[in-house]
């Protein structure tokens, strides 16, 4: 069969990046563009600058992958991008972007789901086997999802709240560590020791998370110590929060994996990159003679190699998009 | 031929400049997702022909709506490797009025984006943004022009005549602080 090229784009954040990807499995150039710096600054992400910063490099960002690449646009078979979720007014400028691709070099054109390019970035490698249980864990999603075939998916669980990242930022910033917060407590954990005591969410019988609660105990728990004028071990504070967050993950991981008896887990999203969770989560797997895959480092966080690679599948069933798409801020994978 | 681009506020306005003259208009009033509009107008207009320059208006208005319109007009002119040159909506204002103090401005509602012009079109000092409140002091001392028809043979003719700029650089320009810069 005939190499299939997609050029695919990832503009949901704060990172403008493009890639090569062939046959969805391999990637052939890849750049990435990370605005966090600018970002820090300000102790978090600001859309509207987001937006701004897509604008102005994207053309740049094509350039380069296409030099790195040594091809030009004309060589690809089909323009994949990132429509859902995300930031709305940096979707728009990648969608937008694709969009004028596809109808120069007249390409048929693939939207793509974030959180499935998320699942997907473990098909660069050809890592994905089915059926797999695969953990979601991102800044704005912890969702627990079946699959058992490409773009098959059932929802077990998800939160009832907060997600998972959004705790690590919130409590990161609580204790006072710069942004970004979810790298910077896992840093300060690997000081601490967990000794204080922080509640675990109801332990029931669903697959459902919910880390409202953890938060909110952090934050609790900070506040009333200045009150008292007391000191806190932020090292141990930022250890003890991570252990019961992860927890909470293994917990209802262990209990997938016991009733549904299968053997492929898989992680996906930005809080897939702590090394922590990681460990903990090969634990679970290995107790229950699971293979997990974990995405290379580099596929982790947002990129657009996971784009081509969720892309592709959509490519060989011929589900392409109109002129007329547009981003969505918010979505489900199923 | 010339294809111009102006979606800086709720209207999406695509048009086809040949030979001195407007030879084809397509103007969406209101559009709510101006995402879903601006490529395929374009692509109505040009028919499959393609054009040898762009011209597209780069704000101040709406931040969304003028990015979408450079992030589509530079990605053409680097795709197609031909000229693209800049205009700016008030610009564009000046050049549709027959007045000799031409101090122009529109709303977006929240306040008023603000230029004051030569009478051959040359900026005096820097763009400005004014709050309702403000604006309505500064209208009691000059006479502003906030209601012209534009007048895109003039408006293309003249942004023309502008250096060609690298798409890499065409940017919006947003004049209006956000709240993280004020």
């Keep these: 069969m005939k190499d299939v090229n997609i050029l695919s784009i990832e503009t949901s954040c704060d990172e403008t990046s493009i890639a090569i990807v062939k046959n969805g499995t391999e990637v052939v150039a890849l750049t990435i563009l990370t605005q966090m710096d600018t970002h820090a600054n300000f102790g978090g992400v600001v859309p509207e600058i987001a937006s701004r910063m897509h604008t ?3 053309t740049m960002v094509l350039e380069e992958t296409l030099n790195k690449a040594k091809m030009k646009v004309s060589d690809v078979d089909a323009i994949a ?3 859902t979720p995300g930031l709305l007014g940096s979707l728009l400028v990648g969608v937008e972007f694709a969009k004028v691709l596809s109808y120069v070099y007249d390409k048929p054109l693939i939207k793509v789901n974030h959180l499935i ?20 864990i991102s800044g704005g999603h912890t969702e627990l999802v079946k699959m058992t075939g490409d773009y098959e998916f059932e929802m077990l669980g998800e939160t009832q709240d907060d997600a998972i990242g959004e705790a690590f930022d919130k409590v990161a910033r609580v204790i006072g560590l710069p942004y970004p917060g979810g790298p910077n407590i896992e840093k300060l954990a690997r000081d601490g020791e967990d000794t204080y005591k922080l ?21 609790n728990l900070v506040n009333n110590e200045k009150q008292r ?20 993950l293994t917990r209802k991981l262990e209990l997938a994996l016991k009733k549904t008896d299968i053997k492929n ?21 290995d107790k229950y003679e699971a293979n997990l895959t974990l995405p290379e480092f580099i596929y982790c966080t947002d990129n657009a190699a996971m784009i081509g690679a969720a892309a592709y599948p959509l490519y060989l069933k011929g589900e392409f998009a109109d002129l007329d798409l547009n981003a969505e801020s918010t979505s489900r994978i199923c | 031929m010339t294809l111009f681009i102006d979606t800086h506020l709720n209207d999406v306005v695509i048009i086809l400049y040949k030979d001195g003259e407007v030879v084809k208009e397509r103007v969406i009033e209101d559009v709510k997702e101006t995402s879903n509009i601006v490529m395929p107008t374009i692509k109505k207009v040009l028919n499959k022909s393609i054009p040898d320059s762009i011209v597209v208006v780069n704000g101040p208005g709406s931040f969304t709506g003028v990015r979408l319109g450079v992030t589509t007009a530079k990605t053409l002119a680097f795709s197609w490797q031909k000229e693209i040159r800049t205009i700016t909506s008030l610009e564009c204002m000046a050049l549709s009025t027959d007045k000799t103090n031409k101090i122009v401005a529109f709303s977006d509602k929240n306040g008023y984006y603000i230029g004051i012009f030569t009478n051959d079109y040359k900026l005096v000092g820097n763009y400005e943004y004014l709050s309702n409140s403000e604006f309505e002091e500064y209208s009691k ?13 003039k408006i293309i003719e003249f942004a023309l005549t502008k250096e060609t700029l690298n798409p890499h650089e065409v940017n919006p320009l947003y004049v209006k602080k956000i709240a993280v810069e004020k």
């Excluded at chain 1, 098909?123 to 249980?133: A, T, V």
């Excluded at chain 1, 109801?202 to 938060?215: H, P, R």
């Excluded at chain 1, 004028?229 to 909470?248: D, P, R």
Aim: aromatic letters at 10%; glycine letters at 6%; a neutral charge.
């Design chain 1, 56 to 58: 102005e490099n994207i």
């Design chain 1, 81 to 83: 991008v990132t429509y």
């Design chain 1, 117 to 136: 390019g998320h699942i997907y970035a473990n098909k660069i490698g050809d890592n994905l086997k089915f059926p797999c249980l695969a953990l979601i």
């Design chain 1, 199 to 219: 509640p675990h969410a109801v332990n029931d019988d669903s697959y459902n998370f919910s880390y409202s609660g953890l938060k909110s105990s952090v934050i």
């Design chain 1, 229 to 248: 004028g007391n000191e806190i071990n932020k090292a141990n504070l930022a250890c003890s929060f991570q252990t019961t967050a992860v927890e909470e």
């Design chain 1, 265 to 285: 887990v898989i992680i996906a999203g930005g809080v897939s990159a702590n090394k922590y969770l990681r460990g903990k989560i090969k634990e679970v797997c």
């Design chain 2, 141 to 153: 001392k000059y006479p502003v022009i906030t209601e012209v028809e534009l007048d895109y043979k």
